[in-house]
């Protein structure tokens, strides 16, 4: 998702209580942040933040931190928050690409990762730029708790493909995962759709879902 520019993005953004940027890195300062000890459950790539509010408010007991590489993207995804009238106290932001997430969150700081709708970099010289590739798995590796999971969902048939060839290798496990999940009663128990995820499946493309750990978990 790119928007065209929004002039004063940046600055809104900067100048934003809930939200953060690559420039000031919060590895360990969670707890402080939200002022509990809570779990802390982060969204990569989430676009404008409809799911990850909507966990927000059926899940006071979760911390939730979306982050979004583009400015002009997440303004949205405030807009909606600033509208609330009850303002939500467990959700914050981060602008920043997720190459940089170990300067965010210090080693065992976040309880899940969501992936959704992940960018498919579809030339094979940009695989390591998946967010389900190998490389972030690494990454995610440094940041999780040891029963840390990961969630992702895609319509895209060809990145959930590569995605499952990532899993054993990298030293993960699949938990759980299918290829029609809104025709999946198990795993559609509790679903809560993305933007994307609406958009594509009232096109009529199924949703792919995988639900991944660490091997030794
Ligand atoms: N998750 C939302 C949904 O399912 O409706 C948005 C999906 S959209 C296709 C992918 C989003 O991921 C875009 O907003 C894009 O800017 C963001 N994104 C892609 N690569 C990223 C990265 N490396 N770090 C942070 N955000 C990223």
Known sequence: MRLRNIPGARETIAAHNL?????????????????????VHIEIGMGKGRFLTALAELHPEINYVGIEKYSSVLVRALEKIDAQTEPLPNIRFIRMDATDICAMFAPGEVDRIYLNF?????????????????????????ILVPSGRIEFKTDNRDLFAFSLDQIEPAGWKLLASTWDLHHD?????????????????SQGN???????????S
């Not at 919060?26 to 779990?39: S, Y």
């Not at 199924?206 to 030794?216: D, G, Q, S, V």
Request: hydrophobic share 30%; net charge negative.
């Open 19 to 39: 939200c953060f940027t690559e420039e000031s890195p919060q590895a360990g300062n969670w707890q402080d942040i939200f002022g509990n000890d809570h779990p």
């Open 118 to 142: 992940s960018d498919p970099w579809p030339k094979d010289r940009h695989a390591k730029r998946r967010l389900t590739s190998a490389e972030f798995l690494k990454r995610y590796d440094q």
């Open 185 to 201: 009663d198990a795993l559609n128990a509790g679903n809560v759709m993305t933007e994307y995820e609406e958009r594509f499946s």
């Open 206 to 216: 199924p949703i792919c879902k995988m639900i991944i750990a660490r091997c030794e």
